[in-house]
């Protein structure tokens, strides 16, 4: 019971301040996607009790004993040289089951520092870390509630700042129908250190899931709803409008209910080809609206990946399409660290 006290005291104190959806938020980079598995889906959330540890970084609640000293190791070859990965390990608990501890982090890299004329001062870094610990508290006739507590570092230059944050999920397990489904809320928290001496608003969302797996093919979908917390989610550009032919007055480009809809839609499916292969895929609506050129849309929103176990390894592959300008590819790897041990 002391645990459980622990994290329910931190999730919700940390529940304090609420924030708005993205574009005005400190610490985006939470929102990211480290797991390649998750990312080939389209970024939807995976309900599912397998042994990735990696799921529940995404879902505290499904925190359970396979995950067990299965450990993580995740990277993304970003944009522009940005680094960004993550660690994961699932530690043992007698009361809890498993207790899920990680690392993530986001490099910016190093850039120039100059006066106002040009004139080279030097060299500066930039980058943001999160450690996390997060489990499943409560568990009764397939209903199952967990909770994840991180502590955020960012660094700007001369600028840092300090964050406490929490998610809170609950997934229930309709066993006869091989249905899970899960509400997420992301990102619960505030900074108790500013950049400049003012607060500002943490990313904040609310997710829905529900995945499930045909009985009679080897196949598990997913559908999720994000950003629940805020209906338009488009962005209009105040200097973009059309000319009324008739009154001849400008007139502002309204969002369609239509991409309203969609935006908050995410798509994923796994082909479940066997123990040791699975193919992946996912579809974004939000990335492709949002990213996506006028001329050139290409593949954005798209993304597509693989599994495959290799002895004591579970190698994970993601090809995803934020822009036109090319894919950014992630690379998981999984295994059990209690297999090494010498017997």
């Known amino acids: ?29 939470l929102n990211l996607t480290s797991s390649a598995r998750v990312l080939a889906l389209g970024n939807v959330l995976v309900n599912t009790l397998d042994d990735d540890v990696n799921l529940a970084q995404q879902l505290p609640s499904l925190n359970h004993v396979g995950m067990n000293h299965q450990l993580s190791l995740n990277y993304t070859n970003y944009y522009a040289g940005i680094r960004f990965g993550s660690m994961v390990y699932g530690l043992p608990n007698d009361k809890l089951g498993n207790i899920s501890l990680g690392i993530q982090y986001l490099n910016y890299g190093d850039f120039d520092r100059t006066d106002a004329y040009g004139n080279s001062l030097g060299e500066f870094n930039a980058g943001e870390y999160a450690l996390y610990t997060s489990a499943t508290l409560y568990k009764r006739s397939g209903f199952r509630f967990g909770s994840s507590i991180k502590g955020v570092y960012s660094n700007l230059e001369s600028y840092d700042s300090y964050g406490l944050l929490a998610d809170l999920s609950a997934t229930y397990e309709y066993k006869e129908r091989r249905v899970l489904a899960s509400l997420l809320v992301k990102n619960i928290g505030f900074q108790f250190k500013t950049y400049a001496g003012k607060s500002e608003p943490m990313p904040f969302e609310v997710m829905v899931g529900v995945s499930s797996r045909l009985q009679h ?6 559908v999720t709803w994000s950003h629940l917390e805020k209906w338009d989610l488009s962005y209009i550009d105040p200097e973009e409008s059309s000319l009324d032919l008739i009154t001849n007055e400008e007139v502002q480009v309204q969002s369609k209910t239509r991409d309203k809809i969609l935006s908050h839609l995410h798509l994923g499916g796994e082909f479940l080809l066997g123990k040791s292969f699975n193919i992946r895929m996912g579809y974004n609506f939000r990335r492709r609206q949002e990213l996506a050129m006028d001329v050139y849309k290409h593949n954005v929103g798209m993304s597509w990946g693989f599994g495959v176990k290799v002895r004591k390894f579970q190698l994970d592959y993601a090809r995803a399409f934020y822009h036109a300008i090319g894919p950014m590819h992630t690379f998981s790897i999984i295994s059990n660290a209690a297999k090494f041990k010498r017997k």
Do not use: D, Y
């Open 217 to 222: 093919a080897p196949f598990r979908w997913s």
């Open 1 to 29: 019971m002391k645990w459980i006290r622990v994290f329910l005291f931190l999730s919700i104190c940390s529940a304090s301040l609420l924030a708005q959806t993205g574009g005005g938020n400190t610490f985006e980079f």
